[in-house]
């Protein structure tokens, strides 16, 4: 079992940068996949990036070039850092976590899930 949470949203204006967490508890968190999904308003849950066990990461071509994904095993985190913000990156985040370990873009992989946290980007 693990618990996931997130936390670092806010409301931000477009170009600045943002690093959102997720912090988990439960046990043999570093043999998980983690990966980071977004939800706008009237639209689908969509995947952003993910991290295996082993450290390999997968981006959504939407984010690529502008957002890093990475984490610390030694402190049960994953972070999502987001450079450039544009108003079309506003939605609830959430971080997931996939016992598979294999990082893939596939949301249905993913075992465990967080609340959420809001981004906001304005023009």
């Known amino acids: 079992q693990v618990q996931l949470v997130e936390s670092g949203g806010g409301l931000v204006q477009a170009g600045v940068s943002l690093r959102l967490s997720c912090a988990a508890s439960?046990?043999?968190?570093?043999?998980?996949?983690v990966g980071w999904f977004r939800q706008a308003p009237g639209k689908e849950r969509e995947f952003v990036a993910a991290?295996?066990?082993?450290?390999?990461?997968n981006y959504a071509d939407s984010v690529k070039g502008r957002t890093t994904i990475s984490r610390d095993n030694a402190k049960n985190m994953v972070y999502l850092q987001m450079n450039s913000l544009k108003p079309e990156d506003t939605a609830v985040y959430y971080c997931?976590?996939?016992?598979?370990?294999?990082?893939?873009?596939?949301?249905?992989?993913?075992?465990?899930w967080g609340q959420g946290t809001q981004v906001t980007v304005s023009s």
């Open positions: 997931a976590a996939d016992s598979l370990g294999t990082a893939t873009g596939r949301e249905r992989s993913y075992d465990y």
């Open positions: 439960g046990r043999s968190f570093s043999s998980y996949a």
């Open positions: 991290i295996s066990r082993s450290g390999w990461k």
